[in-house]
């Protein structure tokens, strides 16, 4: 059962919001399957960090659902039914690892008609969202857009976008859409003279556009939270206002800099006030910079740089693609050992200037195309910086510089990749059926088979990770070797070394984890998402806590236990439990030995205490 102070906490939320929105009173919460004491509770920004009611550290890990909402098919909601929703929530946890989504939505179908909120709309959104936060994952809505609106596009396009509804378009008097010589849709955003146009009138607030949005938004917020229960509410864990900001034009003397100084931060500052309105008041706005601040082609200054410090009520939240691997032209070979470290570094120092937690909501690669071939080591190498900013051939040498562990959400999970029905732009003469059925992206990690099961596209090694989903103290270092595949070759790109030869003996062609921590007193146990590939009885844990093979049922009182995870799933996960304040503790955990004699795991604690109080004490 969820713990009282969570009850309590989420009721309050609610309570709050009456104050605001009249509406019919919150059902009786039900009790999320499989969860225990202190599971459940809503998520606040503190220290740099989400934490929860104990105040462990949280780390979201999932992926967007979906590219779905982009399309016309389903009526801009991710999914054709409730049913749809609630088995692609049980795939995502058991089969994907994930604890948490980003839940695109539409304003073009929230707000079909002026001034009219689409309730039919919203209460299918609601009822989809409530299938994740039953299965146990947490949720945050977004706002999503591209390229402003599919109605700037001609039934014959190449192209197609995606957010403002037509009566939006229609209040300006935009250009034929064109963007010339592109070959990814992308060019648009700054080619296409639509495109263009309308975002400069969207951020400028032409037509009352922006008074418009903000009005839909706190309706929808307000709908979202009076129909789900107080527990279901919970587990929202803040609201992305707009995807991918972009100026469109920038005034004469602008630059991207003062762009976001002067008109993109006020309208976060306004929507921020529509939240608390609208009884969102606890829960933080994951608020994104200029879309181009940190690529690696297209780059422009940016990052709120002069927001301040955003606090507990802002998440600093971005997106990093690689753009030269997907240009198929300005990087040749695969992504290597540690090629993002830099780029999330520059993302997490970026979250510690403004004094918030940082989340990498979307990234990705193609999965099928001319640059396919570089997915599995691109998407290895983005997983391997979100968990640390230290590359593998150093981490064992420099831990200490390891960092936070990164949130993040890969882009995307929709169970109906190749088998879409989209019409492009309205057109009966252009179906869209393959891959994501959205300008010609295929990036889902996931589709049905011919008997309808939830399958994988990607490896299971490399999606279903090991990761510090809550830390009952700080992070000091964290590290997880998948041995995922590209082809046929293992990639190992963090062995254990030489200098530790018990616990490479342990671990030997097996995957690993190891988290190192700082408790922090709180009695709630620190949590590590078990993968699939890690069965109960076949996983080894040594630390300064104890050495197990085949890790106990969880109590309060075993330092070194395993539980199922909230939501029903069958998803696992291993529960450390170390009630002391200011001491540093570690954890290896791997599937390498199946059944390792008590002098190895001896020797190989012994092997991992000399070397945590020569590394990170």
């Not at 979201?60 to 979906?66: E, P, Q």
């Not at 800099?257 to 706005?285: C, I, N, S």
């Not at 082609?297 to 997907?326: C, M, P, W």
Request: charged share 20%.
């Amino acid at each position: 059962m969820p713990n009282i102070r969570a009850r309590l906490l989420a009721v309050l939320v609610i309570l709050c919001g009456f104050l605001t929105v009249a509406g019919t009173p919150t059902a009786t919460a039900a009790t999320v399957p499989d969860s225990l004491s202190f599971d459940g509770s809503p998520l606040t920004v503190s220290g740099g960090r989400f934490v929860d009611a104990t105040g462990r550290e949280v780390v979201l890990r999932g992926y967007n659902v979906s590219g779905e909402t982009k399309l016309a098919e389903n009526d801009g909601l991710p999914f054709a039914s409730a049913a749809d929703a609630r088995k692609s929530a049980a795939a995502l946890r058991a089969l994907g690892g994930g604890n948490s989504v980003r839940f695109l939505l539409s304003w073009a179908y929230a707000e079909p008609v002026r001034g009219q909120v689409d309730t039919a709309y919203l209460a299918a959104a609601t009822d989809q969202m409530r299938a994740f936060l039953d299965a146990g994952v947490r949720v945050y809505p977004d706002f999503h857009q591209d390229l402003y609106s599919r109605y700037l596009f001609d039934t014959d396009s190449w192209y197609t976008g995606d957010g403002a509804p037509q009566w939006a378009v229609d209040l300006g008097d935009y250009p034929d859409e064109s963007c010339g010589i592109c070959f990814l849709w992308g060019q648009n955003i700054t080619q296409n003279g639509a495109v263009k146009a309308a975002q400069h009138d969207f951020w400028h607030n032409a037509h009352g556009l922006q008074d418009s949005f903000l009005d839909m938004a706190q309706q929808t917020m307000a709908y979202v939270r009076q129909h789900l229960t107080a527990e279901q509410f919970a587990g929202v864990v803040g609201f992305d206002p707009y995807n991918e900001p972009y100026a469109g034009m920038y005034d004469s003397g602008q630059t991207s800099r003062t762009w976001e100084r002067d008109l993109l931060w006020p309208f976060y500052v306004r929507f921020r006030a529509r939240m608390d309105a609208a009884g969102w008041q606890d829960k933080p706005a994951f608020v994104e910079p200029n879309l181009f601040w940190n690529g690696n082609v297209s780059k422009e200054e940016g990052g709120l740089l002069d927001a301040g410090t955003l606090g507990s009520r802002y998440v600093f939240n971005t997106h990093f693609y690689d753009q030269k691997a997907i240009s198929g032209i300005l990087m040749w070979g695969k992504a290597a050992d540690g090629q993002y470290v830099t780029d999330f570094g520059t993302v997490r120092d970026r979250a510690a200037a403004a004094g918030t937690a940082a989340v990498v909501s979307e990234f990705g690669h193609p999965l099928a195309g001319a640059v396919s071939d570089k997915a599995p080591t691109v998407l290895k190498a983005m997983y391997q910086a979100l968990d640390s900013r230290v590359k593998g051939a150093s981490w064992w040498t420099t831990p200490a510089a390891s960092g936070p562990v990164l949130s993040g959400n890969q882009w995307q999970w929709d169970i109906y990749h190749g088998r879409h029905h989209e019409l492009m732009n309205g057109n009966p003469d252009k179906v869209l059926t393959a891959g994501d059925a959205w300008n010609d992206e295929d990036l889902s990690a996931v589709r049905l088979d011919d008997t309808g099961k939830v399958t994988l596209r990607q490896d299971a090694r490399l999606l279903d990770r090991m990761y510090p989903s809550a830390t009952s103290g700080t992070t000091l270092a964290f590290t997880y070797e998948d041995r995922s595949r590209d082809g046929s070759t293992t990639l190992t790109w963090n062995p254990v070394p030489s200098s530790l030869p018990n616990v490479a003996r342990l671990v030997g062609s097996g995957q690993y984890g190891l988290l190192v921590w700082r408790s922090n007193g709180g009695t709630a146990p620190t949590e590590l998402h078990l993968p699939a590939s890690f069965p109960t009885a076949a996983t080894t844990v040594v630390s300064d806590l104890g050495a197990v093979h085949g890790p106990p049922a969880y109590t309060s009182a075993t330092g070194i236990a395993a539980a199922l995870e909230p939501g029903g799933t069958g998803s696992r996960r291993l529960l450390l439990t170390a009630p002391d304040a200011s001491t540093v503790h570690y954890a290896l955990v791997t599937n390498g030995a199946a059944s390792p004699s008590a002098s190895l795991l001896a020797a190989a604690r012994s092997e991992l205490s000399a070397w945590v109080a020569q590394k990170l004490r």
